[in-house]
Nanobody, 124 residues
Framework: QLQASGGGLVEAGGSLRLACAAS????????MGWFRQAPGKEREFVAT????????YYADSVKGRFTVSRDNAKNTGYLQMNSLRPEDTAVYYC???????????????????WGQGTQVTVSS
């Protein structure tokens, strides 16, 4: 199971750090991704990190502002979001797939496990 947390209401330009806690399996063997879904829009890719943490990949819309990381000892992944904009408002989901390679995965269909989502609201 994946449990996302850390969402909230923040002013434009502010920061939030989301966490994704994994339970019931060895998180080390899983690549992790973050997606978001704004009202009336489809869910979209945000960021991903390989099982080792050595490789990351970001959507162009968040590159340079968001940082994905993980702490395998704590079975937890993170999404640090800085310089937030109103257009970042969405429900954020974490996802995982078993993979111990160096590939990055940006498609929703690549992930087998999903968290419940956490709301991020950025006011202007």
């Amino acid at each position: 199971q994946l449990q996302a947390s850390g969402g909230g209401l923040v002013e434009a330009g502010g920061s939030l750090r989301l966490a994704c806690a994994a339970s019931g399996r060895t998180f080390t063997s899983y690549a992790m991704g973050w997606f978001r879904q704004a009202p009336g829009k489809e869910r979209e890719f945000v960021a991903t990190i390989t099982w080792s943490g050595r490789s990351t990949y970001y959507a162009d819309s968040v590159k340079g502002r968001f940082t994905v990381s993980r702490d395998n000892a704590k079975n937890t992944g993170y999404l640090q979001m800085n310089s937030l904009r109103p257009e970042d408002t969405a429900v954020y989901y974490c996802a995982a797939r078993r993979d111990t390679g160096s590939n990055v995965f940006t498609g929703m269909g690549s992930y087998n496990y999903w968290g419940q989502g956490t709301q991020v609201t950025v006011s202007s």
